[in-house]
């Protein structure tokens, strides 16, 4: 893993929950690790809602002012030059389409001095209804690029049906996956299941939900 990885994706791709799991395993592993909270669009299922865990893990997190309020206000300071330049890892979690991810231009100077060692990974899920069709995913990634004036370097396959996935819906997802990689010429870096399910996956990537809908809780 690199030493700055971006996080984006559309909204329900479950982005949240793997740049959650990455900033807990290396932490869990005896990394120092950051995490932004970059979603200045939609105040539900942000990383911010995490902050007691992170501050058990040792996890430091960089929010807005006005995350967990009732303001949804899209107001971003954050030190990135900074986060970068300390020991340890950094992770972005950025908001879920081309809005979302605007702000992140602010820093793209900042953040491509550190090219060498940045990824920049599109999360998709074909089970979400705007992004069923690859050509739909690979479009709003496009848009995405063009607002943070970065380039993505991977794909994280993350599809899924919450409580309801199964092996086989993990399964049948991963030739969408692979088309979406294949005509955006970059590496499909992975595959997510969740941690309880017994199967295998070619480039797995076990995860916990953490990230939950409140009629899932």
Known sequence: MKKITIVTGHYGTGKTNFAVN???????????VTIVDFDIVNPYFRTADFEKMFREKGVTLA???????????????????RMAYEPGYLI?????????????????????????????????NCYRYLTKDPQEALQLMYEIEDVSKMKHTGIINNSNLGKETTPEIILRSIPYAEKIAEKA????????????????????????????????E
């Open 92 to 124: 972005i979690d950025v908001g879920g389409d081309d809005a979302g991810a605007i702000g992140l231009g602010r820093y793209a100077d900042a953040l491509m001095q550190y090219r060498e060692n940045l990824d920049m990974l599109y999360v998709v």
């Open 63 to 81: 929010a807005s002012m006005y995350a967990n309020t009732s303001l949804d206000i899209p107001a971003i300071s954050f030190d990135i030059e």
């Open 22 to 32: 990455m900033a807990i395993n290396l932490a869990d592993s005896g990394e120092k």
């Open 185 to 216: 010429h970059l590496p499909l870096a992975g595959n997510v299941y969740r941690k309880d399910l017994d199967v295998r996956v070619p480039d797995g990537i076990p995860c916990e939900v953490y990230v939950k809908p409140v009629w899932e």
